[in-house]
């Protein structure tokens, strides 16, 4: 890995479903080149349906850079990949269409044979409508499952990144209703051990703390309202300690974020969906970042939807996306650098404290 990757990492954004606010976060984000200097960024989509946007946003002065694969991308540029024909598709905000939902699969798929294929060093994937994207090449909850088959792993983790708290989900895109069967010994350990190798390889945290929140209200009271923690998430973390690691819990989950409880930690792991994003995003909404664990790529996502009911207005914020650009940049960087280290035996590892790592706090340089 040269230098250059390291310091200026080029970085795939998929389009998501072009009738949401993907692609207007992404050109607000992007526009006038803005983060040239940070990387290299290369849109997965339609040249022509990001220009009908870009002249409904009077963007008109900045021009966006078309290629047909990755060396041909611009450093200067923001490059954009088209990954379908769409000459007769015309964009609808705020409309659910299965044409839409074709392309923001046909953007996906093209920017992870990229990825796998090393031409691009990490993936920020805009937001997709889980319904109309459902075809015989696409039958996953959301891009997280997508990911985790399509880089051979079991079971990534779902987790939700912002400057003063992180949050990961035991369970991620599944009902409620299923949550229970799901919480054995062997799925939290995996995850909390994917939890604690992310906070230390990707957020440089030497020693990271984990606070595991319980299924059950008060945390089950000793058995009285369930006995998953008393079972299950007790013994798992026991074991934990006993391998000298920080792990916490089970705590009462409804009173856990309101106390501050969570500032504590490093991170919080919830046991399902709401009980995690919930609070997160009441804590983080628009500077939040979905960040995939436990994949050998890098992956991060805006912590929000496709928002149709804005679509189309000029309203969307690019917060939360150019949070997951700038963590996308810093965690592959990071990334590399240790990897440079490791292939040199002649240049010892600095110790770095956690305060110089610019991924700490989710990449707490740029999360000002």
């Known amino acids: 890995m040269s230098d250059q990757i390291i310091e200026k990492p080029t970085i795939g954004i998929t389009i998501g479903d072009y009738n949401g606010i993907?692609?207007?976060v992404i050109l607000k984000a992007l526009e006038g080149n803005q983060l040239a200097k940070l990387c290299t960024p290369i849109i997965y989509g339609s040249l022509r349906v990001l220009n009908q946007y870009r002249n409904q946003l009077d963007m008109k002065d900045w021009s966006l850079h078309g290629i047909q694969k990755v060396e041909q991308a611009n450093v200067k540029l923001t490059n954009v990949i088209t990954c379908w024909h769409d000459h007769q598709a015309e964009i609808a905000p705020g409309k659910i269409t299965a044409e839409a939902g074709q392309g923001s699969l046909a953007a996906l798929k093209r920017a992870v044979e990229d990825l796998k294929a090393g031409k691009i060093q990490a993936l920020v994937t805009g937001?997709?409508?889980?319904?109309n994207i459902q075809s015989d090449d696409f039958k996953f909850p959301g891009h997280t499952e997508y990911l985790a088959e399509a880089f051979s792993v079991k079971d990534a983790l779902m987790f939700m990144v912002a400057e003063n708290v992180r949050v990961g989900v035991l369970t991620g895109h599944i009902p409620l209703e299923s949550v229970s069967a799901s919480i054995t010994v062997e799925k939290l350990t995996t995850k909390i051990e994917?939890?604690?190798q992310s906070l230390r390889g990707d957020f440089g945290i030497k020693k990271p703390r984990l606070a595991v929140l319980g299924l059950n209200p008060?945390?089950?009271?000793n058995g009285l309202l369930g006995t998953e923690e008393i079972e299950i998430m007790q013994p798992v973390v026991k074991s934990f300690k006993e391998k000298g690691k920080l792990?916490?819990?089970?705590?009462s989950a409804d009173g856990f974020f309101a106390a501050g409880t969570y500032k504590q930690y490093d991170a919080v792991l919830a046991m399902y969906h709401?009980?995690?994003l919930i609070p997160f995003k009441t804590?983080?909404?628009n500077e939040g970042v979905n960040f995939t664990a436990g994949l050998s790529v890098v992956r991060t996502s805006p912590d929000h939807g496709t928002a149709y009911n804005i679509a189309g207005k000029n309203v969307a914020e690019p917060g939360s996306l150019l949070k997951a650009i700038y963590l996308a940049c810093d965690v592959?960087?990071?990334r590399g650098q240790s990897a440079e280290l490791d292939r040199n035996a002649l240049v010892s590892r600095p110790q770095q404290s956690e305060s110089q790592h610019p991924a700490k706090s989710g990449g707490k340089q740029r999360f000002n």
Do not use: C, T
């Open 127 to 131: 937001p997709i409508n889980k319904d």
């Open 332 to 334: 592959s960087r990071y």
């Open 274 to 276: 709401d009980q995690g």
């Open 283 to 285: 804590l983080a909404f």
């Open 247 to 251: 792990v916490f819990g089970p705590f």
């Open 194 to 196: 994917q939890m604690l």
């Open 218 to 221: 008060h945390a089950g009271e």
């Open 22 to 24: 993907g692609p207007e």
